[in-house]
């Protein structure tokens, strides 16, 4: 359909840069993905395809969390034995218009927020963000953290999908990762302004919905609490923009980053539904007191789908507040590590000038041709995971994609199409 | 006291930069103001000492708003026959622990916030922020300016109020403000991040009131509507340090920079409560549609109190996103400027720590002495008002404090202490 593989590029990343996510909705997470409405009991998870197994012990945790919070067991024993019987069926979110955070453990019970693209009318999903400390996605499984599960699912989700519905026309989110870009957010490891911004947004909403007024208290006093509550719809947001932008079926843009712990595997948009993978790396950060390197768990989580989109990593000098944080240095580091990303995309994104860098746009487009012929991969900023179960975060750090499931997307993209990195 | 001239500024930017100030109450003026309490008829006005004659079209028209929400007077011709016949008594805010944005005007029933510095017991009292279009503090006094001003008083000052109490110490305003100049405020033009930060911090102790849901609902709408309420509580936080440094009375540090419309004023740490004043300048900038430089009304407010502490204009390279919106160029420009400025201060400010200045600290104590032998004079982020009173604001832009203001001071430390620019 393109005469060019670089044609073909250039009609992604418009489709990138005009994408128009909009959060329309919080709902329980079977009533928006098929394969969580069925008789069988399925598990979603972050990364490409993954069995039980082969996953870390923290997303094993999840997994154990999940199977309590749902009730399908009565006991962490029960449930991993149900789960070494092999009586739960494992997806990954990306399969099913989804992206989870760290292990990405998603059940049909979860409360998700949908965020609708309104430039293709197609829609992606992701749990909410449990806040810090013991949480299911960091592998965490006791009787708070499926509490916490609970009164998202029964208070805090009705009361956000009440409180949308006074919109419009839905809470449009790229206005807010425009303006929060200016506020120093990264929106992987640093998701504070927009958090903030959602928050004071929301409340006049929530204070006229007619959920009892000690709930509406609480559900303020969490989205107040929880610095990084935005994460989650900057991730269904991305989802859903890469989702539509990879309908252009031809070119070498990477339309997916993820990793289950094991594996990180990329989409490229011209080689369809195809996982490309490598053996993850293990992030390199600063770890909370008491924790160090070798406690910490190999990189996993959907929430590169910010990176792929332009965000996290990619954008480093957007957020010098978070280049401390995760252990890359100064101002300066964050300008250098954006620099160095400039030079694996084929534009930036106008849509979000990044001041920090003189009003240049986000990288916008990584292409599967530059980053081999550079050998400069994707940077991940990433919370850093326990490799015990139920520790939760011990810290945050970057960490970066493997070249080797960039090689083999261009032996494939060289094999289909004759493509080689330096067309 | 002091051994020297030096030792003496030391004091004073070690004060500053150990204040603590914290938002306690907010009240009506007359009951935190004595001046305001008394039988006569008095307001409060920005700048250095001015009579109602002296003074610009809007801050005239701030007063006309004043007499009309006291009701003073029952028309507008009412109101400036009374003014006009002397029969009102005017101070600065800065004589009586107040600041005031733009005209200041500040009447006895207007809410204000109450902001008490910690390190050494003093407060500091400003009016709360209106929001943006027709405004007092911009000389607009029509009915829809008068209802806004008495519900303030009614509404969402005694919310505000009952929402503190429930805070065990009050709002601490130094961790907000070092969060949010990691967000790219400079919390003169920039409150955005501050604001948010505030609105979604206050909500759920909102909710949790006795106050009723729909007053609620609308103090949470106008606190998530009005990007620039935390400059009032800056300014007051600000006023409170600065009081509290002024306490050491010697040096050459400036503790006050105010104007009226008319003059530009300053205090200076070892010259008392003397003003130092040169006719104000008109602020450059940009205006909004249909507006432009020959309608600016020149500079005035009490709001370069926020440049005094080390923020605004001083710190313009922590806020890149504010200083296209003042018409100063882009982000090399930002750098230019704050390093510009910090060859007048004595210090950085430790504990507010400037991302985007590779984390140097924000300018700390204006030296007369540096601003005398550098000719730097500090620059000021503003709001520019209309000349013709109704209107409200046309623009923002930067200004200039006058020299001649700080050239006397420096004649007048020489008289009293023998000290020169070479100093």
């Not at 199977?67 to 092999?86: I, K, Y």
């Not at 509550?229 to 339309?255: P, W, Y």
């Not at 789908?305 to 300066?332: K, Y």
Request: charged share 20%; aromatic share 6%.
């Amino acid at each position: 359909m393109y005469d060019s593989i670089n044609d073909a590029n250039r009609a992604i990343v418009e489709a990138i840069s005009s994408g128009q996510p909009v959060l329309v909705d919080v709902v329980q997470a079977r009533d928006a993905i098929p394969v969580l409405a069925g008789e069988q009991k399925v598990l979603l998870h972050a990364g490409p395809p993954i069995r039980f197994e082969e996953m870390t012990p923290p997303m094993q945790g999840s997994c154990v969390g999940a199977l309590l919070f749902e009730r399908w067991a009565a006991t962490e024993e029960q449930a991993r034995a149900m789960l070494a019987a092999g009586e739960i069926r494992f997806e990954p979110c990306h399969h099913h218009d989804a992206v989870g955070p760290m292990g990405g453990i998603t059940s049909p019970s979860m409360a998700v927020v949908v965020v609708e693209n309104r430039q293709g009318g197609n829609r992606a999903y992701c749990t909410m963000n449990e806040g810090i400390g013991k949480v299911l996605r960091f592998g965490a499984y006791d009787a708070e953290v499926v509490a916490r599960l609970e009164w998202m699912r029964d208070v805090l989700g009705p009361a956000l999908a009440q409180a949308l519905r006074q919109t419009a026309d839905g809470y449009a989110l790229i206005p807010l990762i425009s303006r929060a870009i200016t506020m120093g957010d990264e929106f992987h490891q640093r998701n504070i302004a927009a958090s903030a911004l959602f928050a004071k947004d929301m409340a006049p909403l929530l204070a006229r919905t007619d959920v009892d007024r000690g709930d509406v208290a609480q559900v303020l006093q969490f989205l107040s609490d929880t610095d990084q509550f935005f994460l989650n719809l900057a991730m269904a947001a991305c989802k859903s923009v890469m989702d539509q932008a990879r309908t252009v079926q031809e070119g070498s843009i990477v339309t997916a980053m993820t990793r289950n712990g094991k594996d990180f595997g990329i989409r490229v948009s011209g080689l369809g539904d195809q996982w490309f993978t490598a053996p993850v790396n293990t992030p390199q950060g600063l770890y909370f007191t008491g924790y160090s390197q070798e406690q910490a768990c190999p990189d996993m989580g959907d929430s590169a789908i910010t990176e792929t989109f332009g965000l996290g990593g990619m954008s480093m000098i957007a957020a010098p507040g978070v280049t401390r944080f995760v252990g890359a240095g100064g101002f300066t580091d964050a300008v250098a590590i954006s620099d160095e990303m400039a030079e694996i995309v084929v534009d930036f994104n106008g849509t979000l000038p990044i001041p920090t860098w003189d009003f240049q746009g986000a990288p916008l487009g990584i292409d599967v041709r530059k980053v081999v012929k550079t050998s400069i991969t994707p940077i991940i900023n990433t919370g850093i995971a326990s490799l015990e179960p139920g520790v939760g975060q011990i810290g945050a750090g970057t960490v970066r994609a493997p070249l080797a499931c960039f090689v083999q997307a261009l032996e494939a993209l060289a094999a289909r199409y004759g493509v080689a990195a330096d067309d």
